[in-house]
């Protein structure tokens, strides 16, 4: 995370993208997660990068699997309470992890002149994680709020499960190394109240 929350700068053009902040991983088969704070920082996140005016593009995972739990046709394809998007703020719905495959994303952003993205959201190992690889290789100032993402226990192959603060320690640190730059909240907030006060 960054120490310093004078040191980030965002332009007015930098987009929001919240990643999957969907009711589906409530249910089965998803298990034990880190990160209790989630859904209070990305709210809070989203409540300021609102109030900053800055353009937002909400993501949605539409599984093309009928019965899984993003599938549109279930109610886990729902956003989170709080999540919603408002009148007038785009949806992008994708069915890979990363946002940028399959998608009109890439030329969305071009159109609005974008240099900077923020991501934040579900889960940090996957669908953020990989969104966030692309971003950089396509060109993108790439920006993770590590506070604002979760992921879960997985598997590590030998019947041991590896708990889900570790991979995204791991995840976060591989994204700060090559990709991203990796802040906490309060410093995205600090920067939007900078920037318009």
């Known amino acids: 995370m960054t120490p310093d929350l004078r040191s980030l700068r965002l332009d007015a053009t930098t987009v929001l993208l919240p990643i999957d902040i969907q009711r589906g991983f409530d249910y089965p088969p998803w298990g034990p997660r880190d990160n209790p704070d989630m859904d209070d920082n990305g709210r809070r996140l989203l409540a300021a990068w609102r109030a900053s005016g800055r353009p937002l593009i909400h993501v949605r995972h539409d599984s093309v699997h009928a019965g899984l739990s993003l599938h549109p046709a279930h109610p886990g394809n729902a956003f989170r309470d709080g999540f919603d998007p408002l009148p007038g703020e785009a949806v992008l719905p994708k069915s890979v992890n990363a946002a940028f495959i399959g998608t009109d994303l890439d030329l969305r952003l071009r159109r609005l002149e974008v240099r900077s993205v923020v991501l934040f959201g579900i889960s940090t190992d996957m669908c953020v994680s990989t969104t966030a ?17 979760q992921c879960f226990d997985l598997p590590d192959g030998n019947g041991k499960p590896i708990p889900a603060a570790e991979i995204a320690r791991a995840h976060l640190a591989t994204l700060r190394a090559e990709f991203a730059e990796v802040v906490d909240t309060d410093a995205v907030v600090a920067a939007l109240q900078r920037h318009d006060a």
């Open 133 to 149: 690889r692309v971003a950089a290789n396509l060109g993108y100032r790439t920006i993770v709020v590590g506070d604002a993402c």
